[in-house]
């Protein structure tokens, strides 16, 4: 089962998919590690919110996935 990503927005165009399955634990740097090059540098992008099932963190270093749970990037609304 492991840890599902959703990626939103540009992060789900550059992954070529809107979520991800991510092996458990998972921390913010084990999460940038398993990313692509480009995605995990548009993720660390500090205007992207990072939630754990539903709750948006204050701080990505508190990202503390484990099975089962869904994490969600979640870059800047833009619109017009």
Same mark, same amino acid.
């Given at each position: 089962m492991g840890v599902r990503v959703v990626l939103l927005g540009r992060l789900a165009?550059? =992954?070529?998919?809107?979520? /991800? %399955?991510? +092996? $458990?634990?998972?921390?913010?740097?084990?999460?940038?590690? =398993?990313?692509p090059p480009a /995605? %995990?540098? +548009? $993720?660390?992008?500090p205007r992207n919110k990072v939630a754990v099932n539903g709750a948006v963190?204050?701080?990505? +270093?508190q990202l503390a996935a484990r099975e089962?749970?869904?994490v969600?990037?979640?870059?800047?609304?833009s619109g017009g």
């Open positions: 165009d550059l =992954a070529g998919t809107p979520e /991800l %399955a991510l +092996a $458990a634990p998972l921390d913010w740097r084990g999460l940038i590690d =398993a990313l /995605l %995990a540098e +548009a $993720a660390a992008d963190l204050g701080e990505k +270093a089962g749970d869904e969600a990037l979640l870059p800047p609304v």
